[in-house]
């Protein structure tokens, strides 16, 4: 073991047993120093020394279980989920406070996720920083901020970094995604004033947009123009690694929608023009053959991948999980939608429209997950023909927009 990594050790047991507030955070304070000090190899060996020594005490877990069954209450009970917590969950806590603290916390658990395959073990570490990552990003500490040419440098620069959809090719490319006719918002944890942890970018629109490189390179009009009556989500990104598999895309949308509705009331439909990121794959694989050039064919085919491929009970492709998880449902698949390298290599041009406006959201979710139906539109439904039937898709009702 390195001088560093003995001494990260002996630091993380010296925290544990301190019980003073103002030398805790000092220490915590050099933990999160010398964590970030190690490298690659030795972030392993200290994940490795999380699990094998910071475990729950397994005779008092022992004990506690037999004071349980012995005397079965909501107190013994209590002491059994307090004994059975492992000590890594404390030492989190106490980094949590220190200065960076959190950032080193993110990074810890983005690592542990790099190392699924390679170190499967260290499942347990991962999953405490989980449950406490998910509690400390909670709903409820969530900001929700506009973002536009008055938002500070140093958060539009974090957009630009961040972009995971459509690269955001510098500061005049950045202007133009905040003009009149855009929108942009964010949310933002107290612990983490200046970096978003998720943000999406809306287009004001007439009607649904259909390819992203037109609605990317519009001219930009000098105030909201007239006549707008939809909401395009065109981009969403996921910020922090380290807080992969803790949801907000879903109440971002509900928020930014209400927000929507409010400053422009005209507005009936809110949609999303989305990436197919895992079609080419996929036809590569079951159609090998495919004239890519044949719209009809590879709209076909890409209208069966939506509807029928399954991972269990929901869609196959990542963007159509979430956004019909969500309870929106697939409206359109739109041709040379994205003609970028990118969204040609991941689906030959090919991108979706998932509407939210008009349907229930909460009958879309439970047809998915509970009886893996997935919900579509008339055309999209006849677009996959005879390969699906009605216990894959259900055709929504039209309903008022809103």
Known sequence: MSDVGDVLQQTTHALLQLRSETASIALADQLVRRYSALDDDGRTTYFAFLLEELGADRRAV???IDAYRQHPSEQTLGQLTMTSESRRQPLFRAMNVAPGGIDVLLDMRAALLERRSTHPELAPVEHDLQHLLRSWFNRGFLELRQL??????????????????????????????????????????????????????????????????????????????????????YSITNCQEGLHGISFGNFLIKQVTARLGMELPDLTTFATLSPVPGFATWLAEHHPDLDTGDRHALEHRCAEYLLTERRGRLPADPVARFHLRNGARVEQINWQGDTSAKGMKESHGLLVNYLY????????????????????SAKVIELAGVSVDASQVVESPARVAG
């Open 357 to 376: 406006s008009g349907q229930d959201p909460a009958a879309n979710h439970d047809l998915l997950v509970q009886d893996g139906i997935v919900v579509a």
């Open 62 to 64: 022992d004990d506690a």
């Open 148 to 233: 536009d040419w008055s938002t500070p440098a140093i958060v539009l620069e974090k957009l630009i970094e961040y972009e995971a959809v459509h690269e955001i090719e510098g500061w005049t490319d950045m202007q133009r995604r905040l003009a009149p006719d855009r929108r942009s918002f964010g949310f933002f944890h107290p612990a983490l004033p200046n970096e978003p942890v998720i943000f999406v970018e809306v287009a004001l629109t007439t009607g649904l947009a259909t390819s992203v490189q037109e609605l990317l390179d519009a001219p930009t009009p000098d105030a909201t123009p007239a006549g707008i009556d939809t909401a395009i989500f």
